[in-house]
């Protein structure tokens, strides 16, 4: 018998999620300076780490000696002054990620089942099977979440809703119209609607779901959100939910008792007051992605716009991306294949500095001119 056979079939199943080439290792393979090394593939924050969070890591260091504090409680009251609900509402988490498979944990098994839609973030299928559960695949919408399909594939055994919002890697947006709508929708079933917000902080305010509002209505919604994207703490690992206080006494049932470490907690509690960083960080993505969709439309390629900080651009109509994202490589830009997502024909480039976006923008035309 193979040691592989003692884990559960479920878990021998999964594919393994697959994370953007580190700068490091593009390096090594090509022999090629880091400094001119690229990088728009994980959706990173490019101005770095708000100096408001780095003053805090600097200052925290001195206590590493200690464990941190496992109910986060610096952070969750920062967090519940400025998102106006109650501490007991919040769960932090090792990245949201982390938040995400405790809701795997609290509310799947083996026997039930969740609901994503197709192209989403792969995490979801991953917990979803992870926890032994059966992932059901709605089909997609232009690309986004088709909200009435995933409705008529919620079943008696369903345990969890997957919706991302904005979509990686698409950047596709709900209107909240039909995002209410389908929540009501979602209220009337046996399963727990994850809202994930991973990118929230890059829409304009008009455009953002009242979605805490909502928590008083569908006492079944998570909404979940991140300090790896925008706040640019990604090495970091901090994220968080925020639910109904039953539930959230759920999740913490199956969080790892210090889940998140001292620096994360620190870093955090400090970038959420640097609305300066934030604000810079919104106007350096706006403009990245005008460069970068212009950029496209000159070269005559159609992207899915986005309301993220990335965009997935169609290098390949009809074809396959790959061969365009290892000659990308060879010229030190790294961006995300999607194939794995269903978009054999995309690349997902992540908006970078103007120079970052300028070169991914120069050497992408030279590529596809060159062929
Ligand atoms: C990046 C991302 C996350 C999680 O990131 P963490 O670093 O684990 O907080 C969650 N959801 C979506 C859709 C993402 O793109």
Avoid at 243 to 255: I, K, S
Avoid at 295 to 310: H, K, P
Wanted: aromatic share 8%; charged share 20%.
């Amino acid at each position: 018998m193979s040691l592989a056979e003692l884990s559960p079939h479920y878990i021998r199943a999964i594919a393994p999620y697959q994370p953007g080439k580190p700068i490091s290792e593009l390096a090594r393979e090509m022999g090629l300076d880091e400094a001119a090394i690229v990088k728009l593939a994980s959706n990173e924050n490019p101005l770095g780490v708000s100096p408001k969070a780095r003053a805090a890591i600097a200052a925290e260091s001195d206590e590493l000696a200690l464990y941190p504090d496992g109910n986060g409680f610096a952070l969750k009251s920062a967090l519940s002054r400025k998102l106006g609900v109650g501490l007991e509402q919040i769960v932090l988490g090792n990245g949201s990620n982390d938040v995400l498979e405790m809701v795997a944990r609290a509310f799947l098994a083996p026997g039930t089942s969740a609901v994503y839609a197709r192209h989403a973030f792969a995490v979801y299928p991953l917990a979803t099977q992870a926890a032994g559960a059966i992932g059901i695949e709605a089909p997609a919408r232009d690309f986004g979440h088709d909200l009435e399909a995933m409705r008529a594939r919620v079943q008696r055994h369903t345990r969890v809703v997957w919706i991302a919002n904005p979509n990686n890697p698409t950047g596709t947006l709900l209107g909240n119209e039909a995002l209410h709508a389908a929540l009501a929708g979602f209220a009337a079933t046996s399963a727990v609607v994850v809202l994930d917000e991973a990118y929230v902080e890059y829409l304009d305010a008009g455009r953002r779901a009242p979605s805490l509002e909502w928590l008083r209505e569908f006492p079944n919604l998570i909404v979940c959100r991140t300090f790896s994207k925008a706040y640019g703490l990604a090495g970091l690992r901090v994220g968080y939910a925020v639910c109904r206080p039953e539930v959230a006494d759920l999740l913490n049932r199956v969080r790892q008792p210090f889940n998140v470490n001292s620096l994360a907690l620190a870093a955090a509690t400090a970038a959420l007051d640097d609305t300066e960083f934030l604000d810079q960080t919104k106007r350096v993505n706006d403009a990245g992605m005008r460069q970068l969709t212009e950029g496209f439309a000159r070269l005559g390629l159609d992207w899915i716009t986005s309301a993220g900080n990335f965009v997935a651009v169609r290098v390949a109509p009809g074809g396959d991306a790959m061969p365009i994202f290892q000659a990308l490589l060879r010229r030190g830009v790294i961006v995300r294949p999607v194939g794995n997502y269903g978009m054999p024909e995309y690349l997902r480039v992540s908006i970078g500095l103007p120079e970052q976006n300028e070169k991914c923008l120069t050497v992408l035309g030279d590529i596809l001119g060159g062929r």
